[in-house]
């Protein structure tokens, strides 16, 4: 069988799209939406900060940011293509949108480890 | 009024009403691109589309070109696009469009010959480049085993052999449409139904774990809905990437 | 005739120029664009989670909350919760065409996969809600 990254870009997409699936619009509704908006308050920081105290939080994050980031890249990569025709800059595109989504792995394993 | 005439004072009002068809003529040598020509054909209940462009080339345009054989949604010859949905034409009928008027076109994604034909050479190499046929191995001619399967056996592939070839799962699919060197929903479909047969003993990942193959499917999912065998190439496709994924990981394992 | 017969197809068949607006040419195309742009929001909202939780670390979580809270910024968030919404209704939904389950020769039916996937989604969502906002 011919070695491709491919099916390792789409295992990474997949385990992505679950964890977007399962667990950003619980995320995004509570900080993003009711609690800017005040519907409920805003736990202390003690709180918060004690939930992030957690290693296996912390490193369970991490993994879910960056399963999330190579998700959305895999779909940009793609999306972009073939809405603009621009499929013969593949190689290009790719390495912007995976290269986005390691930029954005390293920053959050500098922030929280 | 008994039953019989008013059968036939409706049979007689359905005589006279036509539908509109707009059909897409591309004559090469006289057209640079295909224009619409319209032709009124009798509506009658029982009349597919393809009814009423047969009525068009023996009553009123000869030089109309579009293929066809079976009329029963078994050759897959007679696919084109009605308004803008491809279709097989012996199954879709004229009282489906109401008033009218039905536009017919060739099947989108394919060069066109002339008229409603279009080149189906690249789709047919593209067929035979999966191999769909049963791979054995070390079995000296003349073959005379059988290799009898259960009902499970036979199960799991039934549904992906059941593709009559008809390109409308070709046409439904933007990620084709937009890049032809994609290898398609049907030979990937062809492919798993080999791969998941019992009696074979090929591999088919060699021409499917590829950007052209399965990992250029964005899972539009069109493919599976104008299916008009219910083939289901979406899911074909989804199990392979995930076969040759499962395989990259462990390139130990067999599917 | 010296071409031999044939040979003038190749230049005589008609191609169409690519359709640059394929994906407003049907309802499910459209569908499909939408659902794969939802990828947009999703790197949205990892950026977003990233914001809070250095605000968190860095003792700047009130700077975070008072960005949060303004219009625009709800306003993006909204649309995030949409389109992550909306995310996880097809993605889950289309778990089940990839993974053929098979106990026993029985295949497992598409909506039992399905069901599966939403309660844990549901399952999950209360969790995460409850540890975030129980009170210590």
Known sequence: MKRTIEPYLWLLFSGGGVAAALLLPVLVLLFGVLMPLGVIDWPTVAHLRALLDNVLVRLALLVVIVLCLFHAAHRIRFTSEELFGIARYDSLIAVLCYGGAIVGAVTGALLLF | MDVTDTEESVRQAAATRTIRLEVARYRPGQDSEPVFQDYDVPLTADWAVLDGLNYVKDRLDGSLSFRWSCRMGVCGSCGMTVNGEPRLTCGTFLTEYGDGPIRIEPLKGFPVIRDLVVDIDDFLAKLSSVRPWLIREGEELPLTTEYAQTPEQLDAYKQYSMCINCMLCYSACPVYVLNPDFLGPAAIALAQRYNLDSRDMGDRFDVLNLEEAVWGCTFVGECTRVCPKHVDPAEAIQRGKLTAALRSVLPWSKR | ?136
């Open chain 3, 1 to 136: 005739m010296t071409r031999p017969p044939g040979s003038e197809r190749a230049t005589s068949t008609y191609r169409p120029p690519r359709d640059a607006f394929w994906f407003a040419r049907t309802r499910n195309y459209t569908i499909f664009v939408l659902r794969e742009l939802t990828s947009v929001l999703v790197a949205w909202t990892v950026v977003f989670l990233l914001l809070l939780v250095g605000a968190l670390l860095n003792g700047t979580f009130q700077d975070f909350t008072a960005l949060a809270a303004r219009p625009w910024m709800i306003a993006v968030n909204v649309v995030a919760l949409v389109a992550t919404a909306f995310h996880a209704v097809t993605f889950l939904n289309l778990a089940p065409k990839a993974t053929v389950v098979r106990l026993d020769g029985w295949r497992v039916p598409a909506w039992m996969i399905q069901g599966g996937n939403h309660s844990a989604w549901l399952a999950l969502s209360v969790l995460i809600a409850y540890f975030i906002l129980r009170s210590p």
